[in-house]
């Protein structure tokens, strides 16, 4: 038996969220329904994350078992030919049997796609949103500085949230303008429910003059959701990168080998 990590990106469009359910087809359920016809094998497949309906990603880790002797540098061009055009599959390795993708997860890089223009793309509608008034983006950036370090963050969390703390660390946040899109990306070692995008509609509040400048910093201090703007659409929304400490890649052969 051998545990292996893929990284695998996805247009959320057409699903219902990463996760297996019920009441909708989600990505978990195409690959492991494209998994199980290469390996021959029932699999389950864990998620670094459980991106919601409409989310997108552009480096989600997905751990899984098998017996299969399909070398691991190997299942991307395997899966690929099974997949449809909006799931593909970039690497693939062996990992230790203990790693677990989504709890040994040090840090996580999300991205934000506004298209701030008078009129609505054709080509970005499912990747950006859409605000038809013009953003002042420098107190959106001034506020952007505020995101930064160790806070409670109780009031960036939708209802619904689990977590057993809402302590987070974000070590990045940037806004930058590309012609009419702003781009905003958000780093740091973990997220609450719903968090990015309640920072992203905060953001756009922020730009349009419609919330104060300082609105992060009096959120810190009330940890009342109703400190913050609305929560944005979730298809502007990308998980773009998840991040591993390196101990977490080591085989046991290799612990061996550097012991001797």
Not at 24 to 48: F, H, M, N, S
Not at 107 to 114: L, P, S, V
Request: proline share 5%; charged share 25%.
């Amino acid at each position: 038996m051998k545990r292996i990590l893929l990284t695998v990106e996805y247009d959320g469009t057409n699903y219902a969220g990463w996760q297996r359910q019920i009441n909708g087809l989600a990505v978990q359920q195409v690959l492991e329904e494209a998994l199980q016809k290469a390996t021959k094998e029932r699999i389950v497949v864990t998620g670094a994350s459980r991106t919601d309906a409409g989310v997108h990603a552009l480096g989600q880790a997905v751990h899984f078992d098998t017996e299969s002797r399909i070398p691991p540098e190997k299942y991307p061009f395997v899966l690929n030919t099974m997949l449809p055009r909006d799931i593909r599959v970039h690497t693939g390795r062996e990992v230790p049997e203990g790693f677990h993708a989504r709890f040994m997860t040090c840090g996580k890089r999300y991205t934000y796609r506004i298209v701030n223009s008078r009129h609505a793309s054709a080509i970005r509608r499912n990747t950006h949103v859409h605000v038809p008034l013009p953003l002042d983006l420098a107190p959106m950036q001034e506020a952007a500085k505020q995101l930064l370090g160790t806070h409670d963050y109780a009031a960036f969390q939708a209802a619904g949230g689990t977590a057993k703390t809402t302590i987070r660390t974000i070590t990045g946040a940037e806004l930058v303008r590309f012609g009419d899109e702003i781009i905003l990306t958000v780093e740091g070692d973990a997220f609450l429910y719903n968090m990015v995008r309640i920072i992203a509609g905060t953001l756009i509040e922020i730009g349009l003059g419609r919330r104060s400048v300082n609105a992060f910093s009096e959120a810190y201090e009330t940890l009342d959701r109703l400190s913050l703007g609305v929560t944005a659409p979730p298809h502007g929304l990308e998980l773009t990168k998840v991040y591993y400490p390196d101990a977490a890649f080591v085989l046991p052969e290799e612990i061996k080998w550097h012991e001797d």
